[in-house]
């Protein structure tokens, strides 16, 4: 089960909502920032859901928005997956080590001006994470949303921390 169902599911336990609700949940959460949630297809994830049993849709509300709860099935699914999250290690899928991959097919040029815009970029993430850790709270978020802004600040700087390292490795000709 993706992430992103998982998601949709644990926002729902806590009651049914709209899917426009649960948007604004996950968003409340920043999951655009630790998560690869495309807003986009929320709708389309809960009424797939909804056909498999994992949802149920309730009555239409104004403007002839549906309202999905969680049924027993979905419950006990996202509790399944849940743990699993907790146990499992997978791969962390990043289109920067297809990047680093073909390092070597990039002039020496290119691949210095890219790390440079590379490092600039991850700093001002870093920076804009950082300004968002506590700030959720005032819109209702739990405290410990803050701890997946937290792991995606030190994964942030752990990159940051390559790139300059590798850096050095490519001004001193030996990457690559």
């Known amino acids: 089960m993706s992430s992103t169902r998982v998601l949709l599911l644990g926002v729902l336990l806590d009651g049914p909502l709209h899917g426009y609700e649960v948007r604004r949940r996950l968003e409340l959460m920043g999951t655009q920032h630790w998560a690869n949630v495309a807003y986009g297809s ?3 994830g809960l009424g797939k859901m909804a056909d498999e049993g994992l949802l149920e849709r309730m009555e239409e509300g104004k403007g002839g928005k549906t309202l999905y709860a969680i049924t027993d099935v979905g419950r006990a699914e996202f509790g399944r997956h849940l743990l699993s999250h907790w146990w499992e290690i997978k791969p962390i899928v990043d289109p920067f080590q297809v990047a680093i991959t073909f390092m070597d097919r990039l002039s020496a040029g290119e691949l210095a001006s890219a790390m440079e ?4 970029q991850l700093q001002f993430s870093i920076g804009m994470t950082e300004r968002a850790i506590g700030g959720k ?6 405290r410990h949303i803050d701890e997946c802004l937290r792991l995606n600040i030190l994964q942030l700087k752990a990159q940051l921390a390559w790139v300059g390292e590798a850096a050095e490795k490519v001004r001193n000709g030996d990457l690559p």
């Open 42 to 44: 929320i709708y389309h």
């Open 117 to 120: 815009a590379r490092a600039a």
């Open 137 to 142: 709270q005032a819109y209702g978020a739990p």
